[in-house]
């Protein structure tokens, strides 16, 4: 069957999606303080030793958050050099969807740095570490090469969330992860339209069943092998009470 494909009017393409992008991010700023008021849940409060030295995510609603806050923590500081360096020639368009995307990744690594900082209380032991990133080759001035990754951190973003929201016990946890997943999804379609434009590739059948029309889902092992494989993340953890 032949994908329908729907066009925007080319002269308010920048302006539409811009506006798009913003309303996309709104509802996640006091989406934060949902954590922040839920520090007497019981299932924050499982620290786990660390192994040789190296911290472990944890378990439960606290190794779920703290999951999140590091693949948050990647796309923030690669979307901080993409805006910090834009690659040549790049257009009003991109320049534009790019920064709005800087801007709500910082906002969702922010978000979870406090929330969880607030939840655990004394034991700051329990929060995920800064982590530190190398992208080795990566050539942030090669536009291919920068929306390419893009695609890819936005794509694992969604399948991240929408795996693990099976593991959160506290439904304000769950509430917040739905609408920092959808606009994870918002991102990757944006991203995926700046790649194809005019295409059907913003919900493309290689993240969405075409059977079920359900986005993909990925347990924390999958997703944290598939970005440990990029190498991008060198600070050394561990998620051995995830599945």
Request: proline fraction near 3%.
């Amino acid at each position: 069957m032949k994908k329908k494909i729907i066009k925007i009017d080319s002269k308010n393409n920048v302006k539409d999606r811009r506006r798009f992008l913003k309303i996309s991010g709104l509802g996640v700023v006091g989406a934060g303080l949902f954590i922040a008021c839920s520090n007497d849940d019981d299932s924050m409060m499982e620290p786990m030793p660390p192994s040789n030295g190296i911290f472990d995510l944890g378990s439960g609603d606290l190794g779920v958050l703290n999951y999140a806050y590091a693949l948050e923590q990647l796309e923030a500081d690669f979307y901080t050099k993409v805006v910090n360096s834009f690659y040549a020639n790049i257009s009003d368009e991109e320049r534009l969807v790019l920064t709005d995307l800087y801007n709500h990744e910082v906002n969702h690594r922010d978000f979870f740095k406090a929330a969880i900082t607030a939840a655990v209380g004394a034991n700051t032991e329990l929060v995920l570490p800064t982590l530190e990133f190398d992208y080795g080759n990566l050539d942030f001035s090669n536009r291919d090469q920068v929306l390419g990754t893009a695609k890819i951190l936005e794509d694992t973003g969604v399948a991240a969330y929408n795996g693990a929201g099976k593991l959160l016990k506290n439904a304000d946890y769950l509430l917040l992860a739905g609408k920092i997943v959808s606009v994870e999804a918002r991102h990757a379609s944006a991203i995926r339209t700046l790649i194809n434009p005019g295409s059907a590739d913003f919900a493309g059948d290689d993240t969405v069943d075409v059977m079920t029309g359900l986005d993909a889902a990925l347990d924390p092992s999958d997703i944290l092998a598939a970005v440990g494989a990029t190498g991008f993340i060198t600070t050394q953890f561990t998620a051995n009470n995830l599945p």
